[in-house]
Nanobody, 121 residues
């Protein structure tokens, strides 16, 4: 089993910044692509940013392009989401997702429990 734990959420004023972290632990064999998603009450969970296994390819949702930056450190099994110029509409629970294989197991998608980000106007 692979466990993902997010941290770094909190309350920030509009225009402020936060940096989210996601660490994978447990019976980690290999991790492929990773991503951040977010969800607000009453809405579907939406994709925010993606990063390839090597870290050389990143894709962002149009709503966060130019403000958010995803990065990773493979030897630490960690990804980050640097969020700048935050807006009230960025308020959501942010989730980390990993395409990973536990030792001796097939590839699967794993999710963290989420971290709350609240942006006040």
């Amino acid at each position: 089993q692979v466990t993902l734990v997010e941290s770094g959420g909190g309350l920030v004023e509009s225009g402020g910044s936060l940096r989210l972290s996601c660490v994978a632990s447990g019976n980690v064999g290999s991790i492929n692509e990773m991503a951040w998603y977010r969800k607000t009450p009453g809405k579907e969970r939406e994709y925010v940013a993606f990063i390839s296994k090597s870290g050389s390819s990143m894709v962002y949702a149009s709503a966060v392009q130019g403000r958010f930056t995803i990065s990773r450190h493979n030897s630490k099994n960690t990804i980050w989401l640097q969020m700048n110029d935050l807006k009230p509409e960025d308020t959501a629970v942010y989730y980390c997702k990993a395409r990973a294989a536990a030792l001796g197991r097939d590839w699967d998608d794993f999710w963290g429990e989420g971290t709350q980000v609240t942006v006040s106007s």
